[in-house]
Nanobody, 124 residues
Framework: QVQLVESGGGLVQAGGSLRLSCAAS????????MGWFRQAPGKEREFVGT????????SYADSVKGRFAISRDNAKNTVYLQMNSLKPEDTAVYYC?????????????????WGQGTQVTVAS
């Protein structure tokens, strides 16, 4: 089992920045690919980005490419989502997720473990 706890959400003005953190416990963190997803009210959970085990591989949704960046610190068992140039349409609950499998990293079904989510609200 892997336990994931997100933090860092909040209210920010459009154009601002936030950094989300996701702390993992329970298993060897560096064994897992990590992903970030988000879900707005009335919408399906959508892929934001993913990072490989060592942190050298990343992939992002087109909607956040160039504005968001994922990083990880395996010594601290933590993955981060740096969000810049935030837009009102980025408003959602953001979730981190973990999987040991290198398949389907772009969809929620590819992940086995999820955090509880943290709310990000971008005011216009």
């Amino acid at each position: 089992q892997v336990q994931l706890v997100e933090s860092g959400g909040g209210l920010v003005q459009a154009g601002g920045s936030l950094r989300l953190s996701c702390a993992a416990s329970g298993r060897t963190f560096s064994d897992y690919f990590m992903g970030w997803f988000r879900q707005a009210p009335g919408k399906e959970r959508e892929f934001v980005g993913t990072i490989g085990r060592s942190g050298t591989f990343t992939s992002y949704a087109d909607s956040v490419k160039g504005r968001f960046a994922i990083s990880r610190d395996n010594a601290k068992n933590t993955v981060y989502l740096q969000m810049n140039s935030l837009k009102p349409e980025d408003t959602a609950v953001y979730y981190c997720a973990a999987t040991g499998r290198l398949f389907s990293l772009l969809v929620p079904a590819g992940y086995d473990y999820w955090g509880q989510g943290t709310q990000v609200t971008v005011a216009s």
